[in-house]
């Protein structure tokens, strides 16, 4: 019997086909790629606690302590914790992301997928990006915290807007949120991820009211009529080029998203690993 994230991370199977054939090499694993994240979703079904302190708090604590060992603990123990918090985060909601859209895909669903599908390509950019400066910062800090003590203005600076991050702060606000489409230009310029805006700007027209949107109800091609008119129609259920392309641009988001989202935990799964056993 399959288990609950495993029901909820699934596709029927006209849709596995579907991706199976799928020119793009990526989309063809997308059945493997929903199981490995069902079975993420089951390990991290638990609750979490991280802890926050502030800088005087914290200055307080460090009057306290008498060694750099014990100065880096108290520092990085409480940064892992901050680490796992956004670790947890963001992985339990690129992964409730990918059990909607799944499950609006095996209701026919259309529109609904490929908004949400957009919102997971901004979603696992940022987490993608955001693991791997973690990792820089961490594994350098790594090689030199057991001589001095070592903190990183940088990551707190990073965690704080991972974390508490928003668009709905003046500019200029330590906690206002960058653009995502800067984020998402800014990945395409590393190697194999150069396709990325370019299913991004597709589902963009899907989620906006644009014109690929509006195509999904249209049939394909107009009926030329004896004045010179052309009479065009569609209707709600209608299959047409469009909705092919809007469920070909989601299949891939659903597996590129869920791929990185993925690898992402597992690298700042790891950076939070090696805190802990550098301060057990």
Not at 57 to 63: S, T
Not at 213 to 222: E, M
């Amino acid at each position: 019997m399959s288990s609950v994230g495993e029901e909820r991370l699934q596709l029927l199977d006209p849709l596995t086909a579907r991706a199976k054939a799928s020119p793009v090499a990526l989309v063809r694993s997308l059945d493997q790629i929903l199981q490995d994240a069902a079975g993420l979703s089951v390990v991290l079904d638990r609750r979490f606690q991280y802890r926050q302190m502030s800088a005087e708090m914290f200055i307080a604590k460090v009057r306290e302590l008498c060694s750099v060992h014990e100065i880096n603990r108290l520092y990085w123990r409480d940064t892992a914790s901050t680490i796992k918090a956004y670790t947890l985060s963001s992985t339990w909601r690129i992964l409730d992301l990918l059990a909607q859209a799944c499950a609006l895909l095996n209701c026919d669903g259309v529109l609904g997928p490929a908004i949400l599908a957009r919102s997971l390509i901004e979603l696992t950019t940022v987490f993608v990006q955001t693991g791997g400066a973690v990792r820089e910062i961490v594994t350098s800090a790594a090689t030199i915290w057991s001589d001095k003590v070592i903190a990183s203005e940088d990551l707190e600076g990073l965690l704080g807007k991972a974390l508490h991050g928003t668009r709905t702060v003046p500019e200029g606000d330590f906690y206002r949120q960058t653009n995502v489409v800067t984020h998402i230009q800014k990945l395409s310029r590393i190697a194999g991820f150069e396709d990325v805006p370019k299913y991004y700007e597709r589902l963009c027209e899907v989620a906006h009211p644009n014109a690929l949107g509006n195509a999904r109800f249209w049939s394909d091609g107009g009926v030329p009529q004896s004045d010179g008119a052309v009479l065009w129609s569609g209707g709600p259920g209608v299959v047409n080029t469009a909705v092919n392309q809007i469920q070909d641009d989601t299949l891939w988001a659903l597996a590129w998203s869920g791929a990185n989202a993925l690898a992402g935990f597992g690298i700042l799964d790891e950076q939070v690993r090696t805190i802990a056993r550098a301060f057990p």
